[in-house]
């Protein structure tokens, strides 16, 4: 079974700068989050979507993350402008729905502003 | 406020000594709780978790958590630890009332003395 894809794995930017990312769920899993893992921290909760619709983004900073789903499958989380507080490991994960199932993580994406 | 707290930031053990990380938390209801390891420069990986029914639960590479309510704590075990296992632990915790939100701690990161 594959697991959760997400590219690129690393991305060196400048302050103000935009960036993206991308993540495709396992096949079949409707529930897909993105988390934002800080050095030194556990990963915050940034958006959760069921299907192509949010369930909770109420801790993305919406002035600059953006996220979407469309058709439900692959997703994306663009920043504009970026900040050097930014600089996180970008993780996503997906699962079945529910919370009484496992939610498998892809590898991250290391974004370092600069 | 829901909270998780990994009061350990780092501990060491030599190999083949055995392993308590504790993990305490706050929230109203009992959640669903979870221990997730993290290796360098890889994602996510639940370990074992607890949603019901026995205290102590089962998890993979031989570890185990118990729960227990009256301390609100779900520490993570292992009788015997391998290099291996040199990694950081996560413990999360799942809110019922929330979708399900994971609320994670900041971690702790396992040493391996040879």
């Known amino acids: 079974e594959a697991g959760v894809a997400q590219s690129p794995r690393y991305k060196i930017i400048e302050k103000r700068q935009s960036v993206a990312f991308w993540c495709n769920p396992i096949?079949?899993?409707?529930?897909l989050y993105w988390y934002q893992q800080i050095l030194g921290q556990g990963p915050k909760l940034l958006i959760q979507?069921?299907?192509?619709?949010?369930?909770?983004d109420s801790q993305l900073p919406k002035d600059r993350f953006s996220a979407e789903r469309l058709k439900g499958v692959d997703s994306t989380l663009k920043i504009q402008p970026a900040k050097l507080e930014d600089s996180a490991v970008y993780l996503c994960?997906?699962?079945?729905?529910?919370?009484?199932?496992?939610?498998?993580f892809g590898q991250g994406t290391r974004l370092t502003v600069v | 406020a829901q909270s998780v707290t990994q009061p350990d930031i780092n501990i060491t053990v030599s190999e083949g000594a055995s392993l308590e990380l504790r993990c305490n938390y706050s929230?109203?209801?009992?959640?669903?709780l979870f221990w997730y390891v993290q290796s360098p420069g890889q994602g996510l990986q639940l370990l074992l978790k607890?949603?019901?029914?026995d205290t102590l639960v089962q998890g993979i590479k031989g570890f185990e958590a118990e729960f227990k309510r009256s301390q609100s704590s779900f520490n993570l075990r292992k009788p015997s630890v391998h290099w291996s296992d040199a990694a950081e632990y996560f413990c999360?915790?799942?809110?019922?009332?929330?979708?399900?939100?994971?609320?994670w701690g900041a971690g702790t990161k396992l040493i391996i003395k040879p």
């Open positions: 999360a915790v799942g809110l019922l009332d929330s979708n399900y939100q994971l609320i």
């Open positions: 929230y109203g209801a009992t959640p669903y």
């Open positions: 607890y949603f019901s029914g």
């Open positions: 096949s079949g899993h409707a529930t």
């Open positions: 979507f069921q299907n192509n619709g949010v369930v909770d």
């Open positions: 994960a997906s699962s079945l729905p529910g919370g009484n199932t496992e939610a498998f």
